[in-house]
C-alpha cells in the first residue's frame, strides 16, 4: 500500500512507519446528593498528531520526491518555516492500494507545537524528524444586528437571492471532471460527470481542495474547484 504525507504542500520523501493520530475527551464525572455518579459529556479536545520520518541526505531508490530530487536542507527549511510561521496549514495522508484503488484520507487544518531533528550515528548522514501537531479550528466575533422588524442577521447579513453557494464540507454537488489520489493533482484516476456527490474534505492549498465522496460517504477522490457544482 502507498502511503503519501503531506506537510502543507511539503511531499514527504519517506512516509512514516507508524502514526498516531489521538483524541482525548474531557468528560467530567461529578456526584449528585439524590443520583449519586453522573458523567457530564462535552466535546472531545483537539487532535494530537505524532509521527517520526526519515529525511534522506542521498537519493534512495525507495524515496518519492513527487519531482526531482530534494537535498535534506530543503526540507529542514521547508518544515522550521512552517514551526515558525504562526499560520495553520493542512496535513494530509493519501493511502492508495497497489492496485490503484483509493482507501480514505486523512486530511487535517493543523499547527506544528514541536519538532525534533535527530543526528545519529545509527542513521550515517541522514536526518531523523519527531513531529508533535495539533488539530486548528479557526475561531472569531461574530456580528449581529437587530432589525427594527424584530428580524435578525449575522456574520454580515444575508445572502442575496440568487447568490453562488460557497463550497463546504457536507455539501452535495456535481461533479464534471477526473477524480486524483490527493489534492496536489497526483495520481489522475476515473472521470465524472454529471456525478452528484458529497463534499467531505477540503484543502485551501491543493490545486485540486475539494475531496468528493458517493452521496452515502464512500470516497472517490479529489477534484478541482471548476469540477464542482454546488446544488
Avoid at 518544515?79 to 515558525?84: A, H, Q, T, Y
Wanted: proline share 5%; charged share 20%.
Amino acid at each position: 500500500m502507498a502511503y503519501d504525507f503531506y506537510l502543507d504542500k511539503c511531499l514527504l520523501p519517506v512516509p512514516p512507519s507508524k502514526l498516531e493520530i489521538r483524541r482525548n475527551g474531557q468528560n467530567k464525572t461529578v456526584n449528585l446528593i439524590n443520583e449519586g455518579e453522573i458523567n457530564l459529556l462535552k466535546s472531545p479536545k483537539l487532535k494530537e498528531i505524532r509521527f517520526s520520518f526519515l529525511i534522506p541526505r542521498v537519493k534512495y531508490p525507495f524515496a518519492v520526491y513527487g519531482g526531482s530530487f530534494k537535498t535534506a536542507e530543503y526540507y529542514l527549511d521547508y518544515i522550521e518555516r512552517l514551526n515558525k510561521s504562526k499560520y495553520p496549514f493542512q496535513f494530509i495522508v493519501s493511502r492508495i492500494t497497489p492496485g490503484g484503488k483509493i482507501l480514505f484520507s486523512t486530511n487535517i487544518t493543523v499547527s506544528m507545537e514541536d519538532m525534533t531533528v535527530t543526528e545519529s550515528a545509527e542513521e550515517g548522514f541522514d536526518l531523523v524528524f519527531d513531529i508533535f501537531l495539533k488539530q486548528y479550528k479557526a475561531y472569531g466575533l461574530t456580528t449581529v444586528t437587530f432589525k427594527g422588524d424584530g428580524s435578525v442577521s449575522s456574520g454580515g447579513g444575508e445572502r442575496a437571492e440568487g447568490a453562488v453557494k460557497e463550497a463546504a464540507i457536507g455539501c452535495e454537488v456535481i461533479v464534471n471532471g477526473r477524480l486524483h489520489g490527493n489534492s496536489y493533482g497526483e495520481a489522475p484516476g476515473q472521470m465524472r460527470t454529471n456525478y452528484r456527490g458529497k463534499i467531505n474534505c477540503i484543502n485551501p492549498s491543493g490545486s485540486h481542495p475539494y475531496h468528493i465522496t458517493t452521496p452515502d460517504g464512500l470516497w472517490q477522490g479529489w477534484v478541482t474547484k471548476e469540477s464542482i457544482t454546488v446544488i
